[in-house]
C-alpha cells in the first residue's frame, strides 16, 4: 500500500494564502474603482447601485468586505492549523471561530451603545472595538 498523504499530495499553502489574498484584494480594489464619483473624489455616501431597494454606499461595502474577509482568514487558520478548542474565563470551551464571533457580536453592541450615548463619528467605539476583541482572543 502506498502513502497518499506524500509530499505530491501536499497543498502549497503559501499559493493558497497568496491567491486567497489575490481574490480579495481584486474584490476591494472593483469596490474601489465602482465607488461613485462626485468632482472626481469618491463620494463615500452615495448609492453604489441607483434606484436600489438598500443602501449600499462604499462605507457599507467596506464593512461586508472586512467581515468576508475575516471569514476567509479564519477558514485557512482553521484548516492549516487545526486547534483544540479551549476554556476561557466565560468557562466554555471556545475555538478562533467562537472568539471572532463573541467579536463580531460584541461589537455590533458597542457600537450601538456608542450611537445612543455619543452619537456620530463612530471611531471612539471602533477603537473601543478593537481593544475588546484583543481581550476576546486574549481571555476568553
Known amino acids: 500500500m502506498?502513502?497518499?498523504?506524500?509530499p505530491s499530495r501536499r497543498a502549497n499553502w503559501g499559493a493558497i494564502t497568496i491567491g486567497a489574498a489575490a481574490i480579495m484584494g481584486t474584490a476591494l480594489a472593483a469596490l474601489v474603482l465602482l465607488a461613485?464619483?462626485?468632482?472626481g473624489a469618491i463620494d463615500w455616501f452615495a448609492p453604489m447601485i441607483a434606484?436600489?431597494?438598500?443602501a449600499w454606499t462604499?462605507?457599507?461595502?467596506l464593512f461586508f468586505w472586512s467581515i468576508a474577509s475575516l471569514l476567509v482568514t479564519f477558514t485557512i487558520l482553521a484548516i492549516r492549523f487545526p486547534e483544540t478548542p479551549r476554556l476561557g474565563i466565560l468557562r466554555i470551551e471556545t475555538?478562533?471561530?467562537d472568539r471572532l464571533?463573541?467579536?463580531l457580536l460584541g461589537s455590533a453592541f458597542i457600537h450601538l451603545a456608542w450611537l445612543f450615548f455619543a452619537g456620530?463619528?463612530?471611531w471612539g467605539a471602533f477603537a473601543l472595538s478593537l481593544v475588546y476583541a484583543a481581550a476576546v482572543?486574549?481571555?476568553v
Open 137 to 139: 482572543f486574549r481571555w
Open 95 to 97: 475555538t478562533r471561530g
Open 2 to 6: 502506498t502513502d497518499t498523504a506524500g
Open 101 to 103: 464571533f463573541i467579536s
Open 51 to 54: 434606484q436600489g431597494w438598500m
Open 36 to 39: 461613485p464619483r462626485k468632482e
Open 120 to 122: 456620530a463619528p463612530l
Open 58 to 61: 462604499l462605507p457599507v461595502a
